[in-house]
């Protein structure tokens, strides 16, 4: 435990800082108007890839690696690596169900991204809503979130579905560096190495 500990710590860095200011506090209808045309700008992009580094623990197991998600519509390609066990896994898929592939008897299928995930590897991910929480939005039509906007408007946490994503953003740009979600006991959280598209500006 105490290992895998220091391994959620050491891929986590210095940890998320929950809304980090980017700068002096904007009026607050300039704020959201900034934000709204910001949120407008990430949606608009149907294309667009992260690379980074995530430690995701669920009652006291888990563990870290590398991540690189790339999006296309609704359809989405996650590649997971484990350095520590030299596992790596492939989740695809999109609207009609998801595939998994890199596990011992060979891949799985299932309706439910997160799900098979979960069976799989024991990784609590919220897959469908995570490529909408990852850019710093609420996820499908957003009806059900709650979102404290940081001081130049972009979102400084989000709560939606029992989970809650605290962000860290750059001085500047569309999209956040940190992120760290939790529900309950399950917590994923993901360093931003590098975003491809999807943004005015680069992330760092």
Not at 34 to 47: G, H, L, N, S, Y
Not at 62 to 70: A, L, P, Q
Not at 168 to 180: C, F, I, M, T
Request: hydrophobic share 45%; net charge positive.
């Amino acid at each position: 435990m105490a290992i895998l500990a220091a391994l959620l710590s050491a891929c986590a860095g210095p940890g998320v800082r929950p809304g980090a200011p980017a700068g002096h506090v904007l009026p607050a209808a300039d704020a959201a108007a900034r934000e709204a045309a910001r949120a407008a700008r990430v949606r608009a992009a149907a294309q667009w890839s992260l690379s980074g580094r995530i430690a995701v623990s669920n009652a006291g197991k888990g563990g870290s690696g590398r991540i690189e998600w790339s999006q296309r519509g609704a359809n989405y390609q996650v590649a997971l690596s484990a350095p520590v066990t030299r596992q790596s896994w492939r989740l695809s898929g999109g609207a009609d169900g998801a595939r998994l592939e890199g596990l011992d008897g060979g891949p799985r299928e299932g309706a439910d991204a997160a799900e098979l995930l979960f069976q799989a590897t024991g990784w609590d991910i919220p897959v469908a809503a995570l490529s909408d929480w990852l850019r710093g939005l609420p996820a499908g039509a957003g009806r059900d979130a709650r979102i404290v906007p940081g001081p130049d408007g972009r979102p400084q946490s989000i709560a939606q579905g029992g989970w809650t994503i605290a962000y860290e953003w750059p001085a500047s740009g569309d999209l956040p560096s940190r992120l760290d979600a939790r529900r309950d006991s399950a917590r994923v959280r993901l360093i931003v190495d590098q975003w491809q598209d999807g943004a005015t500006a680069p992330a760092r």
